[in-house]
C-alpha cells in the first residue's frame, strides 16, 4: 500500500440533469461504501447548478464533491462566473483548475490557473490543479518542456498542505478520445513532475497526490494505479457510469 492515500475524483463536465443525476448519486452510494473510503478518497465534480442536489445526495455518504472551475475574481461585475467563495458555501472540498478544455478552449494561462487556485485555497477548498501537453507537443518532443512550465508556474504555492493541493496530469491527446498513455508513460510523466514539484519549492513533493487523466476505464486502471507516482485518477466519461466509477474506484483502492 502506498504511503498517500490515492484519491478518484469524477469530473462530469457539461453532463447531467436532475433526474439523471438522482439516479447516478443513488447507484454511487451502493457501489462506494463507507469501507471502501476508508482506503480511497472519492470526489464528484457536477456542473455548478448541480452542487446542491451533490451537496443533498453525498454529503452523509462520505463521497466529496467539487466545482469544475472557479472564477480568477473574488467578487464584482463579472456576469457568468462563481467564485470561490460560492462554491466554498456549498460544502466543496475541491475544485478543478487549469483543465485542458478551460486552457484550449478558453485561453487560460498558467499565471490564470495560479490565480484560481489562490482564490480557492483562500476560502479552505482544496485545488485539483491539471497539466498536461497536447498532441503536437509531444510529436514535437516537448511534452517535458510543456510541463516544466505549467508546475514551474505553481510555485507560489508550495507552502500550501499537501492535503489540499492536488496535480492531475491529463495529456491532452488521450482525453476522451480513448487513447491512454501506457501504464509506463503515464509513470516516467509523473516521475518527472513530482522532481519539478521539487525544483518548485514544494518541500512535500513526495507527499503531493499526483493523479492521471486520459481516458482511465476499469481495464486500464489497476496497471495505472500500480505505477510508483500515480495515486489516482480524474475521471471523465467513466465517471457518469457507475458500476464503471466504482471499479475504477476499487482498483485505486486496491494499489
Not at 147 to 168: D, K, N, P, T
Not at 172 to 198: C, D, K, N, Y
Amino acid at each position: 500500500m502506498k504511503a498517500r492515500k490515492p484519491l478518484v475524483v469524477g469530473n462530469w463536465k457539461m453532463n447531467g440533469d436532475l433526474i439523471a443525476n438522482e439516479r447516478l448519486f443513488t447507484a454511487l452510494r451502493s457501489f462506494i461504501d463507507r469501507e471502501l473510503l476508508a482506503r480511497v478518497d472519492v470526489a464528484v465534480c457536477p456542473p455548478f447548478p448541480y452542487l446542491g442536489q451533490a451537496a443533498a445526495w453525498m454529503g452523509d455518504a462520505g463521497i466529496a464533491w467539487g466545482a469544475q472551475d472557479v472564477a480568477a475574481h473574488e467578487n464584482g461585475a463579472f456576469t457568468g462566473e462563481v467564485s470561490a467563495a460560492m462554491v466554498s458555501d456549498l460544502g466543496c472540498r475541491w475544485a478543478i483548475v487549469g483543465h485542458s478544455e478551460r486552457r484550449t478552449l478558453f485561453g487560460e494561462a498558467d499565471e490564470t490557473v495560479v490565480v484560481k487556485a489562490q482564490r480557492a485555497l483562500e476560502h479552505d477548498v482544496g485545488v485539483i490543479v491539471c497539466v498536461g501537453e497536447t498532441l503536437e507537443e509531444r510529436e514535437q518532443d516537448r511534452a517535458e518542456e510543456v510541463l516544466a512550465r505549467q508546475v514551474g508556474a505553481l510555485a507560489s504555492l508550495a507552502g500550501v498542505a499537501v492535503e489540499r493541493f492536488v496535480l492531475a496530469y491529463e495529456p491532452v491527446w488521450a482525453i476522451g478520445t480513448g487513447r491512454t498513455a501506457t501504464p509506463e508513460q503515464a509513470q516516467s510523466m509523473h516521475e518527472f513532475i513530482r522532481g519539478r514539484l521539487a525544483a518548485a519549492g514544494f518541500a512535500d513533493s513526495a507527499r503531493v497526490r499526483l493523479l492521471y487523466g486520459g481516458s482511465v476505464k476499469p481495464a486500464n486502471a489497476a496497471s495505472l494505479f500500480g505505477m510508483a507516482d500515480i495515486d489516482g485518477g480524474l475521471i471523465g466519461g467513466a465517471a457518469l457510469v457507475a458500476d464503471e466509477f466504482g471499479a475504477i474506484c476499487r482498483s485505486a483502492a486496491g494499489a
